[in-house]
């Protein structure tokens, strides 16, 4: 069946490259508070665009089609739908004689005599794990208590995580592939869940890992490890009246602590391990009888033991009477035994002293087993870690502080702060302000450009132009941010100039990440090798206004993907009135390239190109006046020069005047290039259109236009036509578009930036 639980029964139903893909969930309470942005984060996680992983983009995103009345389940059936748009199924046309090794391609045949859907894996693809991950995030509703955090632990055998995407790219030169293991952590469970046997919580999880089309194994305690051992080393005998085992106590700073620890940290992987007794493993100390004050721990904590594993991001053992005080956990805890706990302070504890603890809410509980008294024990986001307002307790005034190292983004302990060779201690990191709303941080200098990076959630605003190639000349300058933390402050250009951005690193964009407002910003002069755009590399937030002046030339061995302003644009990013001039050309495996943006999933608006767009691959070549892909909303935008495509190995080559392929929408656009579009497949709008497009016009040079989707409007136009306003059905030429005879450029400008910009 495909059916899954009993008082919470979910269904699955689709196939990869059918229509839709989507669950059916019975048994959800009435009156859970439930809307689409409740399922953003979980389904961005799974989401591909990570090196390694798939490069079909959906938008993945559910509607609710039953069982929701005014932001409230109903009691009924929920059934959430996923529309599968980007699907390439011809790839799959030789699946029913020649099936994939390793797949499911021949069982489901066998099974359903030849009847099953062959395309993707059809039923059986990963994509329906799309609808267990949303089903998921239902659930945890309904859970309450319990909290959930999941990480990559291996890749291609390689368990160090900086060695994660060397492992990727070794297969990827020899043309092979590589698995990874992933751990599921869940705390807060009640003891005693489930039934006695068949149905305990560990049955019913087997249950479902062994259902996902996948190579899994699944232990429980030491697993599979505990067959090699004897009763006698797996045993976990009682050495006191009062049920205590012995113990072998680790840290990273003492092994056990029975006086005062104070101003500590710990960054690194810390391992606990007995054959015989107890491991106690702590990121701070092992075991804590006294004082541990104004620390820290960063690192991964371990306790692996025969008869009781107790891991702690501060300490592993938490005695009556000790104290941890002004501290803070974003580290990961593990233990692993027939008795095990882990907390984000304390494994476990026989009473003691919590006081002024903050933790990362995706963590466990402070502590695991037994209990300290607490007092202003929070556990925090990100973003509010970042902040002061974060850490209630903490001395900011002595001990404590933000800004001094742009790499990390916690606080940090005042004793540590690093001055380069040759800098004054008083240091100005910007010309005024204090980073708020009314008084933003002022920045005229590279340094001070650089030192955004310190205060991601803060207001900014330029004073002037800013050169930075001297700078970059000097110091290795890397987008700001990273995977983890984004810009989500506000920054203001005032229409200057930053000049001469050479960014080091994969990573291409002033930031890696926005998920903030950016205005008036405008680059040149911009260079670097990485995917991504001259703005931000992803955006999730606004752009206004911004505009890319610079000639962009990136070149890759492996894939590389490249937008003027944006590399990608997710699901809640906007990209609001601005425009590339100049010329972009990208060279690698596999190329996706944009004027605006190498792919959409949101919105851009009210925006143009009119820089050369060239993509040049050995297999897939894709180049976009506006978007490389779109599987959101283009509306009132137009591209005004030549794109190209070119694949060496003739895999496929797709250039169009607004976005190389199509599946989402395109509305109020024109496409006005005098030169011809190159690709195997090309088109004034789009080289393929599974989305929609209205109100759509390009030149008659364009004259093949491929379209396998609902087109309204799409019109090929003389030189003359596209100068003259009536044929602009659906375009607002009182607020938004204007004609002028005047202007060098006579096709449709924007009336905001038209007078500004004149000539192009």
């Known amino acids: 069946m495909n059916s899954f639980g009993t008082l919470f029964r979910i269904t699955l139903w689709g196939e990869s490259h059918g229509p839709q893909v989507g669950v059916t969930l019975d048994g959800v309470p009435a009156g859970l508070p439930l809307d689409i942005p409740d399922f953003e984060a979980d389904l961005a996680r799974r989401r591909s665009g990570a090196k390694g992983t798939t490069p079909r983009q959906e938008n993945d995103l559910p509607q609710i089609v039953s069982g929701l009345y005014k932001g409230h389940t109903t009691g009924a059936p929920l059934t959430l739908v996923f529309e599968n748009a980007n699907t390439r199924s011809g790839d799959y046309d030789n699946l029913l004689t020649q ?24 039923h059986f693809s990963g994509r329906l794990t799309l609808a267990l991950v949303a089903a998921g995030v239902v659930a945890k509703k309904i859970l309450g208590g319990a909290t959930f955090s999941t990480r990559l632990t291996a890749v291609g055998g390689q368990t160090d995580p900086a060695r994660f995407d060397d492992a990727i790219d070794d297969a990827l030169r020899d043309e092979d592939s590589v698995g990874g293991i992933v751990e599921c952590r869940v705390a807060g469970i009640p003891a005693g869940w489930g039934e006695p046997f068949f ?26 490890a505990a067959a090699a051992l004897r009763g006698s080393a797996h045993n976990d005998p009682i050495a006191d009246a009062d049920g205590r085992t012995a113990t072998n106590h680790a840290g990273g700073i003492a092994g056990e602590n029975d006086s005062v620890l104070d101003s500590c940290y710990n960054a690194g992987k810390i391992l606990s391990y007995s054959e015989s007794g107890n491991a106690y493993a702590g990121g701070v100390s092992g075991g804590n009888l006294g ?85 202003k024990v929070v556990s925090r986001s990100a973003d509010v870690m970042m902040r002061k307002e974060g850490f209630d307790g903490f001395n900011f005034d002595t001990v404590w502080c933000f800004d001094y190292d742009g790499t990390y983004y916690f606080p940090q302990l005042a004793k540590n702060r690093q001055v380069d060779a040759g800098q004054s201690e008083n240091i100005t990191e910007f010309a005024g302000g204090d980073g708020s709303m009314d008084n ?105 206004n911004c505009a890319n002046f610079s000639d962009l030339h990136a070149e890759s061995d492996f894939n590389i993907n490249r937008g003027g302003l944006v590399g990608v644009n997710g699901s809640t990013g906007m990209i609001i009135s601005s425009f590339n001039v100049g010329d972009l050309s990208v060279y690698g495996e596999n190329v996706q390239a944009g004027g605006i943006a190498y792919g959409n999933f949101g919105i851009i608006s009210g925006s143009f190109n009119s820089g050369i767009i060239a993509s040049n691959a050995e297999a897939l070549a894709v180049s976009g006046g506006i ?32 976005s190389g392929t199509n599946g989402g929408s395109i509305v109020n656009c024109y496409y006005s290039g005098a030169d011809a579009i190159s690709a195997q497949k090309w088109g004034g709008i789009a080289a393929t259109n599974t989305g929609a497009m209205t109100n759509c016009y390009y030149s008659a040079s364009r004259g093949y236009f491929s379209s396998m989707g609902a087109a309204k409007q799409v019109k090929m136009c003389t030189r003359a036509q ?30 905001e930036i038209a007078h500004r910009q004149k000539g192009f």
């Open 199 to 224: 149905d305990s919580v560990e049955s019913a999880a087997a249950h479902l890992l062994f259902a996902i089309p996948a190579i899994k194994g699944v232990e429980f305690g030491d697993g599979f």
């Open 627 to 658: 978007a490389g892909y779109n599987f959101g909303v283009i509306s009132d935008c137009y591209t005004s020069n030549s794109l190209s495509a070119e694949s060496k190995l003739k895999t496929e080559s797709l250039s169009g005047g607004i």
């Open 440 to 544: 933003p941080y002022k920045i005229i200098t590279p340094d001070q450009l650089n030192n955004v990076r310190k205060h991601l959630g803060a207001t900014f605003m330029l004073l002037g132009d800013i050169d930075m190639t001297s700078y970059c000349k000097t110091h290795e300058f890397l987008p700001i941010g990273d995977n983890v933390f984004s810009f989500f402050g506000l920054f203001v250009g005032n229409n200057y100039k930053i000049s001469g951005l050479s960014f080091a690193g994969d990573t291409f964009g002033l930031f890696r990440q926005n998920h903030g407002e950016i205005y008036n910003c405008m680059f040149e002069n911009a260079a670097g090798s990485g995917t991504g755009g001259t703005v931000a590399a992803v955006n999730t937030g606004l752009i206004y």
């Open 722 to 751: 596209l100068e003259d306003k009536s044929t602009f059905e659906g375009f607002d030429f009182e607020n938004m578009w204007i004609i002028d005879s005047s202007f060098k450029y006579k096709c449709p400008q924007f009336i």
């Open 291 to 375: 004082s541990v004050l104004n620390s820290y721990n960063l690192g991964e904590i371990n306790a692996k033991a025969q008869k009781g594993a107790f891991s702690g991001g501060i300490c592993g053992y938490s005695a009556n009477n000790s104290e941890i005080q002004a501290a803070y956990n974003t580290g990961f805890t593990n233990a692993s035994a027939s008795t095990s706990a882990i907390g984000s302070a304390a494994g476990t504890a026989d009473g003691g002293r919590l006081r002024a603890f903050v933790y990362d809410h995706t963590l466990p509980q402070p502590v695991g087993s037994g209990s300290m008294s607490e007092n």
């Open 99 to 122: 099936p994939r090794p390793s797949h499911a391609d021949r069982t489901a045949a066998v099974k359903f005599e030849g009847w099953n859907d062959p395309r993707g894996g059809g």
